[in-house]
DNA sequence: TAGATGAGTATTGACCCTAT
DNA sequence: ATAGGGTCAATACTCATCTA
C-alpha cells in the first residue's frame, strides 16, 4: 500500500500525529476564543514538530502546516464526495464510502471547519443543539469538549447580542453566565482575572530571559550593547538552525573587526551596505592574518537604512525572479531565500501578495506605456507577429512581437512583446483580449501594418 | 506492463484580521 | 487605506502502488 512507502508517514504515528493535532484546539476549532491565540498556537505546533519529528528528524513548522494542509485537503476531498453523493439522491447503499483510511479520524473537523468565525453569534444553546443532531457523541467528543472548556476564558455577554468583543464562541463551548449583580466593571476584573488563571507559570526559558534582563541591566558602557548584539547573532543563527554544541559566531565568539568591512563605507551610495548579522568569514588573499585588528565601533552595528530609490532598484531585480526566470512567487516566503535577503539591511522583502496584486501589475503597466510611448515616438508602421500555445497544463499563452523601423531608416527596432508572461504563474488565460487590444491601438494610429 | 488509483506536495488566490 | 500574516480551498502535479 501506499503508506508503506518510504516517503509516507507510518500509519501508527499519523494516528497520534492527528490525535495530537485533535487536542490543539487552537488550531482548528476556528470558534474558539484561543484559535486566535498565537501563543498558544506557537506551542502547539511546538508539540506537534516535536511528534512529527520521530518520523522526519528535519522536520519543522513548515512541514507540520503543510502536512496538516495535506490531510485536510484530502479529507475535505473525501467529504464533498460524500456529500454529493447524499445530495445525488441516491440510496443509502449507494452513498459514497471513503477508502481514505483516516477519514474519521479528521471528523472532528467537520462542521466548523469550514465556516469562517462569524461575527453573527448565534445562541450557543443551539448551537450546541445542532451539534449533538450532527454527530452522534463519542469519546472523543467527552475529551474533546473537556479540552476546550478547560482554557478557554469566558467571554462576555451569553445573549449573542453584545458580540462586539467576539468571534462566536464554539458550539461545544459552555459559557459561565454573567453572575447577577456583577458591574460591566467586576466583570472585566473577574475576566482578566480567569485569564491570568490560564497563564502558566514562568517556564525555563522565561526564566533566562529575566535573568538575562537583570545582567544585561547590571552591564556598564557599551558593554549591553556588545552584549544584546552577541545574543541577537546566536538568536539569528538558531532561527536558521545553524546552531550547534560548538557553534561561534562570526569571529570565534569575538566581536566582528571594523577592518573587515572598512571597504564599505568606500564604496558608492548605491552600494548595498554590509548585513547586519555576523556570518564566519571566508579567509581571502586579502584578509592576511598578521593584520591589525581593531574593534568595531557600537554605530557600525546599527543597520543601515536604505534609500528608497535603493529600495526600488533591489525590487525590480526581486521581480526579475519571476517575469524573467519563472520562479514561483512563493519564493519570498522559503526560508533559505529569506535568509539571503537578511543580508540587505533594511530591506524588507514584499510578501508574495503585494508581489501579486501591486508589484508585478505595476510593473507591466510600466512595461506597455513604455512600448507605446517608444513606438508612437519612433516607429512608423508596426507588423505584429504572434504565437500562441498551450502549455501541458492546458493553459493558453501568446506571446507577440513587434516589429518596427525608425524614421531614418538607420536601423531596424525588433520589440518582443511578452505581454503575459507574468501571468503564467496564475491561472488566468486572458491573454487574448490583451493581444487584441494592442493591436487595435496601433491600427487606430494608423501604424499596423500587418498583424498575424 | 500500461493505465488507474491513492496519497502527498506545490502553488496560488481569496478571505479575514491586525498593525501601521 | 494599505500591507502583512494566517488560514483555507482549489488545482495540478509527482510518485508509489494496484490491477486487469
Redesign the pocket.
Known sequence: ?????????PREL?IEFIELYRSFTC??L?KSKEY?D?NK?DLAYIELVKKFKEFDPSADRN?V??????????Y???L?KVKSSEKSGAGADDIYKP????FDLLHFLNDQ??A????NTMSDVDAVTQQDEDSEPTDQDYFQRREINTPAPPTSGDDGSSASTS?AASPMLSRPKRKKNMTPADEVIHLAGEQLKCLRPDDEFEAFGKYITHKLRSLKGNQSGFARKLINDVIFEGELEALTKDFKNSSGSVIPLESETASINTESAETIPEPNVSVPVIPSASSGQNRVKRQRTIGSYIAKEITSHQKNLIDRDLLDL?VKEFH????V??PSFRKVIKWIPGY???????I???MIPALYQSYVENVRDLVSREAISVCLTTDCWT????ENYMATTAHFITEGFTFKTIIEMLLFKWES????SRGGDKKYNIGMEFRGKGKLCYFG
Open positions: 500500500m501506499a503508506e508503506n512507502a518510504s516517503k509516507q508517514t499519523l488550531l482548528w476556528v486566535s498565537r498556537k512541514t502546516v503543510k502536512k496538516i494542509n495535506a490531510l485536510r485537503t484530502v475535505k476531498k473525501e464533498s477508502s481514505l483510511w483516516y471547519d469550514f469562517r468565525p462569524s461575527r468571534v519571476f514561483p512567487l512563493s519564493i516566503e522559503e524588507e522583502l514584499p510578501s508574495r501578495k503585494t501579486s496584486t501591486t502549455s501541458a497544463n492546458n504563474y496564475g491561472r488566468s
